[in-house]
Nanobody, 125 residues
Framework: QVHLVESGGGSVQAGGSLRLSCAAS????????MGWFRQVAGKEREGVAA???????GYADSVKGRFTISQDNAENTLTLQMNSLKPEESGMYYC???????????????????WGQGTLVTVSS
């Protein structure tokens, strides 16, 4: 059973940065493709970024150049660095695991096998 716990959410002003973390159960990164999703007002849950077991990454067009996903296999930690945040990006952010996927496919919600509980991000104007 994969166990995922997010942290690092909070409140920032527009243009600010946040760094989200996801603590995963042992060896998750060797067996799963990892992703970050977000749920913002009025929209479906969106795959923001993903990284597969080969280290390949994929991003939603709206965050390219501003967000960076990374993983530390030794520490079992997944990270999302978010820069130049916009108010419309406020919402819940979720860590997710999809078995045997490649980066772009891991940004599709129906492919997810395990979800974290979410962490709240608020970007003020």
């Amino acid at each position: 059973q994969v166990h995922l716990v997010e942290s690092g959410g909070g409140s920032v002003q527009a243009g600010g940065s946040l760094r989200l973390s996801c603590a995963a159960s042992g060896n998750t990164f060797n067996n799963y493709c990892m992703g970050w999703f977000r749920q913002v007002a009025g929209k479906e849950r969106e795959g923001v970024a993903a990284i597969d077991s080969a280290g390949r990454t994929g991003y939603a067009d709206s965050v390219k150049g501003r967000f960076t996903i990374s993983q530390d296999n030794a520490e079992n930690t997944l990270t999302l660095q978010m820069n130049s945040l916009k108010p419309e990006e406020s919402g819940m952010y979720y860590c997710a695991a999809a078995r045997w996927g490649i980066a772009n496919l891991c940004r599709i919600a129906r492919n997810v096998d395990a979800w974290g509980q979410g962490t709240l991000v608020t970007v003020s104007s």
